[in-house]
């Protein structure tokens, strides 16, 4: 097996960046393009009660497991695979199960900080990040969060006050400065999904000479 191109996605939270990213491995096979998502990194919080689970800032550097993650991404680059965590989000631990990741060709990292840290950041052959409206992203926290995690909008919007919003300005809006390309959130459906599809397919072919330029 050839080196593995690695692609990293980032943005704020709800911007569009999951939904960016499996639109880029649709059509991929596992042994051509990998995903990898940063969420899966969340650290375990099973030692400490509930209640004070829930009220953790989960939008900084500190929530996530960001020495695994590195771990596993140098893996991967190197041909090898990995087991990766499984994170219960209802109930902010992770589970006793492991989900083993093989490298494809490509490496596709996706994560709200995967831009923050210097040593992650430079695992990344080609960082995209995702612009995203105010509006939209916090409609679309809301709409993910209570119906597919359970909370209420009452603790929704305190979290996204107290800290989604704030931990945005902090640490990830900065890393749009070492973006490669950047892509605004209402162009999700646009062409450059194909330019970029076209890059992962030149370089699942073989193509080295013909990828975008990231200098």
Same mark, same amino acid.
């Given at each position: 097996?050839?080196?593995?191109?690695?692609?990293?996605?980032?943005?704020?939270?709800?911007?569009?960046?999951?939904?960016?990213?499996?639109?880029?491995?649709?059509?991929?096979?596992?042994?051509?393009?990998?995903?990898?998502?940063?969420?899966?990194?969340?650290?375990?919080?099973?030692?400490?009660?509930?209640?004070?689970?829930?009220?953790?800032?989960?939008?900084?550097?500190?929530?996530?497991?960001?020495?695994?993650?590195?771990?596993?991404?140098?893996?991967?680059?190197?041909?090898?695979?990995?087991?990766?965590?499984?994170?219960?989000?209802?109930?902010?631990?992770?589970?006793?199960?492991?989900?083993?990741?093989?490298?494809?060709?490509? =490496? $596709?990292?996706?994560?709200?900080?995967?831009? &923050? /840290?210097?040593? #992650?950041?430079?695992? !990344?052959?080609? %960082?995209? +990040?995702?612009?995203?409206?105010?509006?939209?992203?916090?409609?679309?926290?809301?709409?993910?969060?209570?119906?597919?995690?359970?909370?209420?909008?009452?603790? =929704? $919007?305190?979290?996204?006050?107290?800290?989604? &919003? /704030?931990?945005? #300005?902090?640490?990830? !809006?900065?890393? %749009?400065? +070492?973006?490669?390309?950047?892509?605004?959130?209402?162009?999700?459906?646009?062409?450059?999904?194909?330019?970029?599809?076209?890059?992962?397919?030149?370089?699942?072919?073989?193509?080295?000479?013909?990828?975008?330029?990231?200098?």
């Amino acid at each position: 097996m050839g080196p593995v191109y690695t692609i990293g996605v980032a943005g704020r939270s709800c911007c569009g960046k999951t939904l960016f990213a499996k639109k880029l491995c649709s059509g991929f096979s596992p042994a051509d393009v990998t995903l990898l998502q940063q969420d899966d990194y969340y650290r375990d919080l099973g030692d400490i009660p509930l209640e004070d689970r829930e009220v953790r800032n989960f939008d900084q550097p500190q929530a996530f497991d960001l020495p695994l993650l590195m771990e596993h991404l140098e893996e991967l680059r190197a041909g090898r695979a990995v087991r990766q965590p499984v994170y219960d989000f209802h109930n902010h631990q992770r589970t006793d199960q492991r989900k083993e990741i093989i490298p494809g060709k490509v =490496v $596709l990292l996706e994560g709200l900080l995967i831009f &923050h /840290p210097p040593q #992650l950041r430079d695992l !990344l052959d080609l %960082r995209i +990040y995702i612009e995203g409206d105010d509006t939209e992203c916090l409609i679309r926290r809301l709409r993910r969060d209570v119906e597919e995690r359970g909370r209420s909008y009452e603790s =929704v $919007l305190g979290q996204y006050q107290k800290t989604v &919003h /704030p931990m945005y #300005l902090k640490y990830v !809006l900065p890393g %749009r400065s +070492y973006a490669h390309l950047i892509v605004p959130g209402n162009s999700l459906d646009g062409p450059v999904v194909e330019v970029v599809r076209g890059t992962i397919m030149n370089i699942v072919r073989g193509y080295k000479d013909s990828l975008m330029e990231t200098g």
